[in-house]
Each structure stands twice: as C-alpha cells, then as structure tokens.
C-alpha cells in the first residue's frame, strides 16, 4: 500500500496548472554500502492528476493500492537539496499498480444459467 503524503501545483508547456499527487512507500530497512549500517527509508513517486487543488488537498493520507519501483532512465542532473551536490541519476521511481488491480473492466454478461434464472424471475411477474 502507498500513502499520499502531498501534491504540488504544475505548469505544463501550453502554460496551464495541474497537480501532482506524492506517493510514499511504506518504511524500508535499508543497509548501508559504506558503513554496513541499516537504516530506515521510504520510496518516494510523484503522479500526475486531473484534480483541483481542494480535491489534492483532501487526498492527503488517503492509501492505494500499488508499489514504487526503481526505473531505468536517460541520464540527468539532480541536486541533492540538504548538500547542493549536482550529481547525474539514470533511474526515477514510478508507481506501479498492482496486477490484480483493474483500473477498467469489460461489462460482465451474465451466464447461461444466470440468464435462465433471469427469465424465470422475468416470467414469474
């Protein structure tokens, strides 16, 4: 399960607003490779919504279903925000749904006997 723990307002290239929605993974034990040490972490993803601010807002805390998972990707330049370092990633993490989530389903029909017992009931008024 993840947590949305924020949103922040966008601006896409035909300059209007949209929301993001932060996702946060549970707490994860994490070993470091330098000292051998654990500690704790959460992953963190950002998804892209059609929601106005005051829905984002009132989504916070809400759990969905899901996972974050580490993607490869183009190199690019990021800078850690508590030292100012600019270092060079080639990864992002990105929700991923679960597989027994279905985001659509086809309408169901009902079976042969599930169709009969229809037209017994339909019959019997």
Request: with cysteine.
């Amino acid at each position: 399960m993840l947590t949305i723990t924020g949103y922040r307002e966008c601006i896409n290239s035909e300059n209007k607003s949209f929301f993001t929605l932060t996702l946060e993974s549970g707490i994860e034990m994490i070993q470091s490779q330098k000292t051998g040490q654990f500690y704790a972490s959460s992953k963190r993803a950002t998804i892209t919504s059609t929601f106005n601010e005051d829905v984002c807002k009132s989504l916070v805390g809400t759990t969905i279903a899901g996972r974050i998972e580490k993607m490869s990707c183009d190199p690019y330049s990021y800078v850690i925000p508590e030292t100012g370092e600019q270092v060079e990633l080639s990864h992002r993490y990105s929700y991923v749904p679960n597989e027994d989530t279905n985001h659509y389903s086809e309408p169901k029909r009902p079976s042969h006997s599930q169709r009969d017992e229809i037209e017994e009931m339909e019959l019997a008024h």
